[in-house]
């Protein structure tokens, strides 16, 4: 089996900036045990984080225009990505930059794949949406709150979290301007690939890191299921 796992940004930094290095950690020690016990190969999209934010907010006051800022974020996903794969191969980094490096790194027998965006326009979650369509995998969609709310849960208390959703009421809910570092957990793009492809999509909570090995494992956690 193979998953396609996204790992928001939001699990990685803390809101000043700094690296969470204990999550890191764990999210690497439960990688390893679920390797360990299964014959799955994970393919992990890592978003940009508060640092892509940052760079391009800096780029944008100096004039920058959108579709240049998105390599900004690109390269620090990869950044974040190649981190993640440091620390778990030891070894120098291979980020695939299409989707066909991400066949090839597989074929070469990697169980698992680390990665951040390919190109402007798009979030690291429709990213993962690509790959996990070009892979015929399930993807998990790991974030910072328990699914998809009905409404901003941090924002608005009185937002509850959904079991399923549809594509065609995530359309209606996550049209929003999209704009360098703002695409949200939801973009248009990947709500497209997602209904072409029937992609099975489960959104959680990724800290602790367990939730998300859990969910591999086929084992019940909250979370919500999109629905092509
Ligand atoms: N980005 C892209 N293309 C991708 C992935 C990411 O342009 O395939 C850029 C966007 O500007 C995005 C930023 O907001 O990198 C960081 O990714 P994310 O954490 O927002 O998904």
Do not use: C, W
């Amino acid at each position: 089996a193979l998953a396609v796992v996204k790992l928001g940004g939001s699990l990685l930094f803390e809101d000043e900036g700094s690296l969470k290095e204990g999550y890191v950690r764990g999210f690497l020690r439960e990688l390893r045990e679920y390797l360990a016990e299964s014959n799955g190969r994970v393919v992990v999209v890592v978003g940009g984080g508060r640092y892509a934010r940052n760079y391009i907010q800096l780029g944008r006051r100096l004039g920058v225009n959108e579709g240049v800022l998105d390599y900004l974020g690109i390269l620090v996903s990869r950044l974040n990505a190649a981190t993640m794969y440091a620390a778990f191969y030891n070894s120098p980094p291979l980020i695939p930059e299409t989707l066909l490096d991400v066949h090839k790194l597989l074929a070469s027998g990697l169980r698992v794949v680390f990665m951040g965006g390919l190109q402007p326009g798009q979030s690291t979650t429709t990213t993962a949406a690509l790959v996990a369509e070009s892979l015929n995998g399930s993807l998990i969609i790991a974030t910072d709150v328990e699914g998809i709310y009905t409404d901003d849960p941090k924002r608005n208390p009185a937002a509850t979290l959904m079991e399923r959703v549809s594509v065609e009421e995530l359309r209606r809910m996550f049209q929003r301007e999209q704009v360098a570092g703002e695409y949200r957990m939801i973009d248009v793009l990947s709500l497209n690939v997602i209904q072409r492809s029937k992609v099975k999509v489960f959104v959680l909570k990724g800290d602790p890191p367990g939730n998300i090995f859990r969910a591999l494992r086929g084992e019940r956690v909250a979370g919500t299921f999109i629905e092509a």
